[in-house]
């Protein structure tokens, strides 16, 4: 049974003389986008894809007057249900933004369009000879627009930090329209606040991010992958301390896995092959990036060579080719690999290390009482705090409910974070008063009420 619009028709054609009926989609062709959310759902009428950013802020002006709520879309990789549209509002899809307009080599950044895709954007800079260092699985779906409103991190945050550490200006759109222009260009300016930081990690409540500067960085000569088993947590953090003091900063991913996590994503059902023999509590895969090929392998083989003497790893391999190396990642990345035996449930947390592995005995212990088959799967950026954890125990509001007591709950206790890189959007929003003192949500309020006086954009995201 189709629903009245809660729409006015004046705003539809108000919006169509903006972006042309091209810029529009509507009914069914707007909600079909939800299939490809994860968790989420789109009810929203309308979606507009503005190409430019007097577009945008013609949207937004005409939004902002009749109070107007606008989500903001990007690639809709999201994993929090930040991208969610309910019915009365309405969807800004970045989409048709996607230009990379310049690559400066001796400026060391790039300016591109907040619509474009994050391996779009890796290409670029790498025809130019340069890296544009952010890397996460997600990346031929993910929007560099996407990458800055949940700050995303990935797997070489440990060497260049976090998207926060690899902006350096910003054009935005504020919630009245007004085109806040701040696409600096080096990395030194402390002329007054540093504005851009304000719409970094804010998953698009704050403004519309439409261009953006980003910084590389050069491409290095050697690249050195490997895959260790180990016997124990404390002997995961023993080789952290070594690889990172034994090659002269040239760490630049540290990945723990938990030995269930390896062995079920090595099954042959999982389609990875396990170039070390399952069965070992504890795996390792870390990346070293250098500028001596020669030199850079046998630095890590000695490193490696003492590790293995001391019983710190129990065994090693390093990748000898691109296919290799590869193989090696993919054991990492396949995490829906793990979907098979039940659905999902995906937290992203962080912590100190130094409680990682009491905390993880808990959650687990915890989870394991449940009733019915389940599965508790835990790997993650370690050296960033950071780890990830699959429940695959059911997802009904009940279980959710239950098994997010039980991740969220020890974090308060040893001041960890509910999110470490996925944002809080709509599905942990109750939960960020674990991580957050009532002081910071009351300025993150105020800054809310100060940018977004109507609270037009991505209303009910973060806070409700
Ligand atoms: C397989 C997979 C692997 C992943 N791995 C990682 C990982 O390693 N590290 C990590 O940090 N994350 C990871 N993610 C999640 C990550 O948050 C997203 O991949 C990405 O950063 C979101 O980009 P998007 O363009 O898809 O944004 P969307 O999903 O479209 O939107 C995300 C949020 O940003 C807002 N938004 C989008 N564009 C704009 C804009 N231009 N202006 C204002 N607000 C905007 C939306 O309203 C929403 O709140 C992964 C996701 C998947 C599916």
Redesign the pocket.
């Known amino acids: 049974m189709s629903q009245a619009s809660l729409l006015k028709t004046d705003l539809r054609s108000d919006l169509r003389a903006i972006v042309g009926e091209q810029g529009m989609l509507e009914g069914d062709a707007v909600r079909e986008r939800g299939a490809t959310l994860?968790h989420g759902r789109i009810d929203a009428e309308l979606l507009v894809r503005p190409r430019s950013t007097e577009q945008v802020s013609s949207i937004l002006g005409i939004c902002h007057a009749r109070g107007q709520p606008v989500?903001?879309?990007?690639?809709?990789?999201?994993?929090v249900n930040?991208?969610d549209a309910g019915r009365g509002e309405i969807v800004l899809s970045?989409e048709s933004m996607n230009t990379i307009e310049r690559v400066d080599v001796a400026g060391r950044s790039m300016r591109v369009q907040?619509g474009a895709k994050l391996g779009n954007v890796q290409r670029a800079a790498e025809e130019q000879g340069m890296v544009f260092p952010l890397d996460?699985?997600?990346r031929d779906?993910?929007?560099v627009?996407?990458?800055i409103?949940?700050n995303?991190?990935?797997?070489r945050v440990l060497r260049y930090g976090m998207m926060r550490n690899l902006v350096l200006g910003i054009e935005a759109v504020l919630a009245d329209g007004t085109v806040l222009t701040s696409l600096n260009r080096m990395l030194k300016n402390n002329a007054g606040y540093d504005l851009k930081q304000l719409f970094i990690g804010s998953?698009?409540t704050l403004?519309?991010?439409t261009r953006a500067e980003l910084r590389l960085v050069s491409r290095t000569r050697s690249q050195e992958t490997l895959l260790a088993s180990l016997p124990t947590f404390d002997a995961m953090v023993d080789l952290l301390g070594r690889l990172d003091s034994g090659l002269g900063g040239q760490l630049a991913a540290f990945e723990a896995l938990w030995g269930n996590y390896y062995d079920y994503n090595t099954t042959p059902a999982a389609g990875n092959s396990a170039p070390l023999s399952r069965g070992a509590p504890f795996y390792v895969i870390a990346e070293a990036l250098g500028g001596d090929p020669e030199h850079d392998r046998a630095q890590l083989e000695s490193v490696l060579g003492e590790a293995l003497e001391g019983g710190i790893v129990s065994d090693v391999v390093i990748a000898n080719s691109e296919t290799e190396r590869r193989a090696i990642w993919a054991i990492r990345e396949d995490?829906w690999e793990v979907q098979n035996i039940a659905p999902l449930l995906t937290f992203d947390v962080s912590l100190p290390i130094e409680n990682m592995k009491a905390y993880v005995q808990e959650i687990t212990q915890s989870v394991h009482g449940l009733a019915g088959e389940n599965r508790c799967f835990v790997f993650g950026h370690m050296a960033d705090g950071n780890l990830h954890i699959v429940v695959a125990a059911g997802d009904d509001a009940a279980t959710r409910a239950r098994v997010e007591d039980m991740i969220y709950r020890p974090l308060a206790a040893i001041g960890g974070s509910v999110s470490a890189?996925?944002?809080i959007?709509l599905e942990k929003r109750a939960y960020l008063p674990l991580s957050r003192t009532p002081a910071e949500i009351a300025t993150m309020r105020l800054l809310k009420k100060a940018l977004d006086p109507k609270g037009i954009l991505?209303p009910g995201?973060v806070f409700a």
């Open positions: 994860f989500v903001t879309h990007g690639g809709l990789t999201g994993l930040g991208a970045l907040a996460l699985g997600a779906s993910a929007t627009g996407g990458n409103s949940t995303a991190g990935g797997l998953e698009g403004g519309i991010v995490v890189e996925h944002g959007g991505n995201k």
